[in-house]
Structure formats: structure tokens, C-alpha cells
């Protein structure tokens, strides 16, 4: 079989991001030609050198189309139409697939995998990784009433016209299902997380990393991810700069960058050593970093479209064994309390995080507990390799069935 994959941002573990498609593209490619339509934006982010660019078996295709996270809204809309525009023409120049799998974000990405699709004549399957229009329209990118319309019924029309819907969380499911789409053509699947990668840090390379970085004595506190604008970190850095004034035990790390990079470095000036800007790390080091802290932060904006996402970092923490406070009212805080895995504060409030966050690190009988549950759940949910197979049965569904 013989699938085309219509992603705008490809990413290697060699990359600071979560790469969830290379792990699952590596379990497919092993059974299925797999054409990968990306962009190049990620290579030069590249920290290590030990993975290749794509899985062995894909085959490659790239668009020259920049992106950065600190592009405004304007210059991302062009880079999300200078995609979709080369990824039609592409797609239709390729040898015929035999399905199509576009995933969003952005939505465009989405519209050329529908459009190729139909080139062909083929089923598409739609994989929702955000909300979109609903994600920029919150977050206030989308200025004009009638884009507003004309995204929504775009968004509309995707779902229809596709075979089958992969959104990331049960909430983007019951999204989906109350525009009216049957869930009988929806199936949830979980961002994940790479297990094996989990397993790397061992607790002496974890003990090295601890005396590398002088925090033996230190409790620490981490934020691991996207400094974006969605991540709250106004919030995330007040509460780390309250914690650590009231907790001289606590060292809180950031590890990332984006947007809100130069307030946590002036944070960071403010409080040395006691926050640290930590920066981007390669997705096959990020793992040690997470088993370093006794508490990991999985902060967002309080929007209700932002309670549905499927963030990578709370897989990863969990994997590792170390618990987690959520800020959104969504399925991941009804997951880390029906699991025992972690706690909630609300989103936008500094102190009531601060204070959380500093009631975990007074009980840390209690905090190891919980992160051994969600270490448990981990295993039995959360891999990445199982979860690869459940897409390509999707796909060889859609197939068969169309």
C-alpha cells in the first residue's frame, strides 16, 4: 500500500519536539510505502546528529517554506498557504497513492490531503492534532468575521469528506461528534510518548545530570516545552519566582524556547540558579530531564479550546515516573485525578500554581507515588509503537472499506 502523508512540520528526535510522526512513520514505513510531503523548518534546529531526517523507507518531498514559532499572524498564514499551495501541486505529481493521511495542525495541511485525495480518488484520513480554526480564532489571529466563517466551514467540510477522523484527545473527539459527524468514524489516539526513549535515563545517568548541573540538594520544579503563546508562561514564571522565594530548597528549570523565551531569562537574571533557562533539548534527551524533577508543570491559557489539546510533555512525564500539575479543566485533569498522577491548578492563577506546586514538594512520599501510577499508565497507554499500529490499521481500513 502505498500512503501519502501530508505534514507540515516534520521533526527528528534529534529536534527539541515531541516527533511524534517519526516514531509512528517508522512503524508503518516497515510495512507500507510511505511518501512524506513536510518542510524543511525544523533541520536547522537539529541539536544532535543521531537519527536520520526521515525513517528509513520514507520517501522524502520538501517545500522551501520557513516557519518559527515567534512569527505573527500574518507571516504564518502565508507559510501555512505557501505549503498547502506546493503540497496540491506535489501531491498530484506523485505515483498514485493508495491513501492519504493529512494532519493539522495547520488546517491547510488538512485541505491539500483532501485535495489530493481527491485528485486521486482515494480515501483520506484526517488526523486532528489542535482544534483548528477554534485554536487561532481564541487566540485572537483570525480578525475578520467572515475568515472566522469561511475556516469553520472548511473545517466542516474536512470532516465530511474524510474517511476517517484520528483526533489527539477524547475532547477533540467529542468536538468532532457534536458538529454532527458519526464517531463511528472517529478514533481517538493519544499523543503518546517514546517508551523507549523513557527508558534511557537510568537513575546513575539521572544522579550524574543531578551533580552535573549542581542540584543535589535542590527540589526541583520542571516547565518542559514550547515557550508559546498559548503556554501561559506569564503565570508559569510568577508562580516559579513565588516558589522559589518562599522554598529555598526549589529550583525550578525551564527547558525549551519560543515566544516567552526573554521573560524567563530575565526571571532567570533575577533569581540565578534558583530558575534556570535550561533551553531547547534534543527529544532523545529530554527524558533525563523530566526524571530529574520531582514535579513537571503542563501549563495552558484558560481557554476552553486549549482544554481539549493532547500535550507530549504530560505523556512524558508520566513516562518517567514523575508526576504532574495540569492548569486546564479538560480530560487531562479529569486523567491525572482519576489516575492518581498528578494534581490541578487553575489556568492564569500564579499563586494558587505556586502554592500547589510547593504542597507536592512537601509530600514527596505522596508525589512519588503518584508517579509511579502514571508511570503504570504510561506503559499500558501511552506507546507511541502500539499506537503507530492502531494508525496503520486505520489506514488499511479506510482502504479496504472505500
Given at each position: 500500500?502505498?500512503?501519502a502523508?501530508?505534514?507540515?512540520?516534520?521533526?527528528?528526535?534529534?529536534?527539541?519536539?515531541?516527533?511524534?510522526?517519526?516514531?509512528?512513520?517508522?512503524?508503518?514505513?516497515?510495512?507500507?510505502?510511505?511518501?512524506?510531503?513536510?518542510?524543511?523548518?525544523?533541520?536547522?534546529?537539529?541539536?544532535?546528529?543521531?537519527?536520520?531526517?526521515?525513517?528509513?523507507?520514507?520517501?522524502?518531498?520538501?517545500?522551501?517554506?520557513?516557519?518559527?514559532?515567534?512569527?505573527?499572524?500574518?507571516?504564518?498564514?502565508?507559510?501555512?498557504?505557501?505549503?498547502?499551495?506546493?503540497?496540491?501541486?506535489?501531491?498530484?505529481?506523485?505515483?498514485?497513492?493508495?491513501?492519504?493521511?493529512?494532519?493539522?495542525?495547520?488546517?491547510?495541511?488538512?485541505?491539500a490531503?483532501?485535495?489530493?485525495?481527491?485528485?486521486?480518488?482515494?480515501?483520506?484520513?484526517?488526523?486532528?492534532?489542535?482544534?483548528?480554526?477554534?485554536?487561532?480564532?481564541?487566540?485572537?489571529?483570525?480578525?475578520?468575521?467572515?475568515?472566522r466563517?469561511?475556516?469553520?466551514?472548511?473545517?466542516?467540510?474536512?470532516?465530511?469528506?474524510?474517511?476517517?477522523?484520528?483526533?489527539?484527545?477524547?475532547?477533540?473527539?467529542?468536538?468532532?461528534?457534536?458538529?454532527?459527524?458519526?464517531?463511528?468514524?472517529?478514533?481517538?489516539?493519544?499523543?503518546?510518548?517514546?517508551?523507549?526513549?523513557?527508558?534511557?535515563?537510568?537513575?546513575?545517568?539521572?544522579?550524574?545530570?543531578?551533580?552535573?548541573?549542581?542540584?543535589?540538594?535542590q527540589?526541583?520544579?520542571?516547565?518542559?516545552?514550547?515557550?508559546?503563546?498559548?503556554?501561559?508562561?506569564?503565570?508559569?514564571?510568577?508562580?516559579?519566582?513565588?516558589?522559589?522565594?518562599?522554598?529555598?530548597?526549589?529550583?525550578?528549570?525551564?527547558?525549551?524556547?519560543?515566544?516567552?523565551?526573554a521573560?524567563?531569562?530575565?526571571?532567570?537574571?533575577?533569581?540565578?540558579?534558583?530558575?534556570?533557562?535550561v533551553?531547547?533539548?534534543?527529544?532523545?534527551?529530554?527524558?533525563?530531564?523530566?526524571?530529574?524533577?520531582?514535579?513537571?508543570?503542563?501549563?495552558?491559557?484558560?481557554?476552553p479550546?486549549?482544554?481539549?489539546?493532547?500535550?507530549?510533555?504530560l505523556?512524558?512525564a508520566?513516562?518517567?515516573?514523575?508526576?504532574?500539575?495540569?492548569?486546564?479543566?479538560?480530560?487531562?485533569?479529569?486523567?491525572?485525578?482519576q489516575?492518581?498522577?498528578?494534581?490541578y491548578?487553575?489556568?492564569?492563577?500564579?499563586?494558587?500554581?505556586?502554592?500547589?506546586?510547593?504542597?507536592?514538594?512537601?509530600?514527596?512520599?505522596?508525589?512519588?507515588?503518584?508517579?509511579?501510577?502514571?508511570?503504570?499508565?504510561?506503559?499500558?497507554?501511552?506507546?507511541?509503537?502500539?499506537?503507530?499500529?492502531?494508525?496503520?490499521?486505520?489506514?488499511?481500513?479506510?482502504?479496504?472499506?472505500?
Open positions: 500500500m502505498h500512503i502523508v501530508f505534514s507540515q512540520y516534520h521533526t527528528s528526535p534529534d529536534c527539541p519536539a515531541t516527533s511524534r510522526h517519526y516514531t509512528l512513520l517508522t512503524e508503518i514505513a516497515k510495512h507500507h510505502r510511505v511518501t512524506l510531503f513536510t518542510t524543511p523548518a525544523w533541520r536547522p534546529q537539529r541539536l544532535t546528529h543521531e537519527w536520520p531526517w526521515v525513517p528509513l523507507g520514507v520517501e522524502l518531498c520538501e517545500a522551501r517554506v520557513p516557519y518559527q514559532n515567534t512569527m505573527g499572524p500574518a507571516r504564518r498564514a502565508l507559510a501555512f498557504a505557501q505549503y498547502a499551495a506546493w503540497a496540491v501541486r506535489a501531491g498530484r505529481r506523485m505515483a498514485r497513492p493508495d491513501v492519504v493521511w493529512g494532519i493539522s495542525t495547520p488546517l491547510t495541511a488538512a485541505w490531503a483532501a485535495r489530493v485525495a481527491q485528485h486521486w480518488q482515494v480515501p483520506w484520513v484526517f488526523e486532528v492534532q489542535d482544534l483548528w480554526p477554534s485554536f487561532p480564532v481564541a487566540m485572537g489571529a483570525v480578525p475578520t468575521a467572515l475568515a466563517r469561511q475556516l469553520f466551514a472548511l473545517e466542516k467540510r474536512l470532516y465530511n469528506s474524510a474517511a476517517h477522523i484520528v483526533p489527539l484527545s477524547p475532547d477533540m473527539s467529542r468536538y468532532i461528534t457534536a458538529l454532527g459527524i458519526s464517531p463511528a468514524k472517529i478514533t481517538t489516539l493519544l499523543n503518546g510518548t517514546d517508551l523507549d526513549l523513557a527508558a534511557c535515563p537510568t537513575p546513575l545517568l539521572v544522579a550524574e545530570l543531578r551533580r552535573a548541573q549542581g542540584l543535589e540538594n527540589q526541583v520544579v520542571l516547565y518542559a516545552g514550547t515557550f508559546g503563546r498559548a503556554n501561559d508562561l506569564p503565570t508559569v514564571v510568577a508562580a516559579a519566582e513565588a516558589l522559589v522565594a518562599a522554598n529555598p530548597a526549589a529550583t525550578f528549570l525551564f527547558l525549551g524556547h519560543g515566544f516567552f523565551e521573560l524567563v531569562a530575565a526571571a532567570a537574571a533575577r533569581w540565578p540558579g534558583r530558575i534556570r533557562l533551553g531547547g533539548q534534543p527529544r532523545h534527551a529530554v527524558f533525563s530531564w523530566f526524571a530529574l524533577a520531582d514535579v513537571a508543570v503542563v501549563s495552558f491559557l484558560g481557554l479550546v486549549l482544554d481539549a489539546n493532547s500535550p507530549a510533555k505523556y512524558d508520566l513516562a518517567v515516573g514523575t508526576p504532574v500539575v495540569v492548569t486546564n479543566k479538560g480530560w487531562t485533569k479529569a486523567l491525572v485525578e489516575y492518581g498522577c498528578g494534581w491548578a487553575p489556568a492564569g492563577d500564579a499563586a494558587a500554581l505556586a502554592a500547589r506546586l510547593q504542597a507536592v514538594l512537601a509530600d514527596p512520599v505522596a508525589a512519588a507515588e503518584a508517579g509511579k501510577r502514571g508511570q503504570t499508565l504510561a506503559r499500558a497507554e501511552f506507546d507511541r509503537r502500539l499506537l503507530a499500529q492502531r494508525m496503520q490499521r486505520i489506514l488499511e481500513g479506510v482502504l479496504f472499506t472505500n
